[in-house]
């Protein structure tokens, strides 16, 4: 398979590709005075793991894992100072909330298939924890602004955007490079 002179591999690693994580499901947690944050997600799988923490340290971030309820692994990065300005950008007073200025990229795409990617029969999904919200219909718009054509589900079991067929498959295992160790058949193949 050749990649993308535009996918993630051919990109350099920017703490703005955690926009990816937060679509699949990430969160923000920030000190009190809101000069730090860091970033946390769920997990099912140890590769997932594994693969969020390099992805982390490429961008220079330190990162943790701990059990989480539910047999899931929490995934987190060290609560730091570079994590503030793009926690602001997704936060509004409480809530997580797409910011106006998204705009996903392969690398951003690659951490979201990392996160919440999974291969089914009728393709490749996409998930995500907001089936309904704002975040959903933006996570779509970003999809097919990369060039990634896919059809939302909204289940409660598997809510998210699907790729399907050879050629769609191939465009998005094309921007988001070689699969992470562990991954078994849970990556696209082109």
Excluded: Y
């Excluded at 499901?25 to 997600?41: E, I, K, M, N, P």
């Excluded at 099912?44 to 793991?49: G, L, V």
Aim: hydrophobic residues 45%; aromatic residues 6%; proline residues 5%.
């Amino acid at each position: 398979m050749q990649f993308s002179l535009f996918g993630a591999e051919a990109a350099d690693p920017l703490v703005e590709d955690l926009d990816g994580v937060l679509i699949a499901g990430g969160d923000w947690v920030r000190t009190d005075a809101g000069s730090a944050a860091r970033l946390s997600v769920l997990v099912a799988e140890r590769w997932r793991a594994q693969a969020l923490r390099a992805e982390f340290a490429d961008r220079g971030l330190d990162s943790d894992t701990a059990e989480a309820p539910g047999d899931l692994i929490a995934v987190r990065t060290e609560i730091t100072t570079r994590l503030s300005p793009h926690a602001r950008r997704w936060t509004k007073g409480a809530n997580l909330a797409p910011p106006a200025d998204l705009a996903l990229n392969a690398s951003g795409l690659r951490l979201w298939a990392i996160t919440a990617g999974v291969a089914e029969e009728a393709g490749f999904l996409l998930r995500m924890s907001d089936p309904d919200g704002a975040l959903h219909r933006v996570a779509g718009a970003q999809l097919a602004r990369l060039g990634v054509a896919a059809v939302e589900i909204g289940s409660r079991t598997g809510a998210g955007w699907r790729v399907t067929s050879v050629k769609r498959l191939r465009r998005l295992a094309e921007l988001i490079g070689a699969p992470p160790a562990g991954c078994g058949r849970d990556w696209p193949r082109g």
